[in-house]
């Protein structure tokens, strides 16, 4: 697909820490080409578009992109501590995440960078439903 759109050979590589597969290239002007804008996005406005919002699978699968790309899942063993983070400077982004999460059940915390969720219960209910790092 990547030869077929960008008309290149692009470079890959399999990940011995983890089952992925890095997929990259270079091209001149890719991101203005692409309408991705490059440099610091902490400020762009990220909106869902109303047939995510409204639709719940959607939103799944929607959070659960940005939670593989900005998100994690912790267990504290110690202190017997379970987290489900997205971690994001950009405010939208956040916003997004927050009330994605309430829409679908769930009650997270929110910190100036973070959304989290904290109770056992939920951690694994909202790892499930989103299908997070479920290869």
């Known amino acids: 697909m990547v030869e077929k759109i960008f008309e290149k050979q692009p470079y890959s590589k399999i990940r011995n820490d983890s089952n992925c597969v890095k997929i990259s290239i270079y091209q001149k002007n890719i991101s203005k080409r692409l309408g991705i804008p490059t ?3 902490k400020d762009i406005v990220v909106k869902i578009p109303k047939w ?4 719940k699978n959607y939103l799944k699968r929607y959070l659960r992109g940005l ?3 900005e998100g994690c899942f912790c267990v504290h063993k110690p202190t017997y501590t379970h987290k489900f983070l997205f971690s994001n400077r950009n405010k939208s982004l956040l916003d997004n995440v927050y009330n994605g999460l309430k829409t679908l059940g769930f009650h997270p915390h929110r910190s100036k960078h973070q ?3 904290s109770k056992k219960e939920e951690v694994y209910k909202a790892k499930s439903v989103l299908q997070f790092r479920e290869y």
């Open 39 to 41: 440099g610091d996005r």
């Open 52 to 55: 995510i919002r409204s639709n």
């Open 67 to 69: 939670y593989e790309a």
């Open 115 to 117: 959304i989290q969720i």
